[in-house]
């Protein structure tokens, strides 16, 4: 699996867009970046994926670079429910395909 | 859809005892289960693969004998920890993806403390 690089943590207001950045410059080409978050003392939540196009859902939006080295998760209208660690990990897309979590982003959203 | 249960949530026992975690895919069938674990402020480390009606796959470093993996059915998943002490207390987590082209979904973890 590629390695992937984010940001220890971040701020952002509420109501406002947050932004969370990702690196994965080995990425091969059959690998997917995903996305997770963990809010305190809870399991990983599933979040969006995608492999070359930008993706979008209910919970944010996946813009993924031209080149595939980097990608960046938007939530559009951060709510302080949204406080947690981001996860970002490149991995082929499958069933028995293990996920290996970095330290992720932590997002704190203020007041 | 795809909802992964974890019993128990939160466990307390003596040291010396072994204690079983159960891993439930409530609304699909999963022949692959993941089980992880997370010392507080530390990321996720995944233990072990589960398959079921086969032998657990154990990452490098996680003493088989120690964490018992059974997946008997397509619908769970069981970690015991055996003999269990103090070291062993941490946050344990489960997954299981509804395809193979689906995302993994996680269960809502287990609290083990070992007195």
């Known amino acids: 699996d590629a390695k992937t690089t984010q940001p220890t943590s971040m701020d952002c207001a509420e109501g406002r867009a947050a932004n969370l950045p990702c690196n994965h410059s080995?990425?091969?080409?059959?690998?997917?970046v995903y996305w997770y978050r963990q809010i305190h003392s809870q399991g990983p939540q599933y979040i969006i994926h995608?492999?070359?196009n930008n993706e979008t859902n209910e919970m944010a939006s996946l813009i993924i670079t031209e080149d595939r080295k980097s990608s960046t998760l938007i939530l559009p209208h951060a709510t302080l429910r949204d406080t947690a660690v981001y996860y970002c990990?490149?991995?082929?897309?499958?069933?028995?395909?293990?996920?290996?979590f970095g330290t992720g982003t932590l997002l704190a959203v203020q007041p | 859809g795809a909802v992964v249960s974890q019993h128990p949530s939160w466990v307390i026992c003596k040291s010396g005892t072994s204690v079983k975690i159960e891993c439930r895919s409530l609304?699909?069938?999963?022949?692959?289960m993941f089980w992880y674990r997370q010392f507080p402020k530390q990321s996720l480390m995944l233990m072990a693969t589960?398959?079921?009606?086969?032998?657990?796959?154990?990452e490098q470093g996680v003493e088989k004998d120690k964490f018992l993996i059974n997946h008997a059915s397509l619908t769970l998943s069981t970690l015991t920890v055996t003999s269990a002490h103090p070291e062993d207390s941490s946050f344990y987590i489960c997954?299981?993806?509804?395809?193979?082209?689906?995302?993994?979904?996680f269960g809502d973890g287990t609290r083990l403390s070992i007195l």
């Open positions: 990990i490149a991995t082929e897309r499958g069933a028995t395909n293990k996920l290996i």
């Open positions: 080995t990425i091969s080409g059959n690998e997917y």
């Open positions: 997954s299981a993806s509804s395809g193979r082209i689906q995302p993994q979904h």
């Open positions: 995608g492999l070359k």
């Open positions: 589960s398959n079921e009606g086969s032998k657990a796959t154990y």
């Open positions: 609304d699909f069938q999963a022949t692959t």
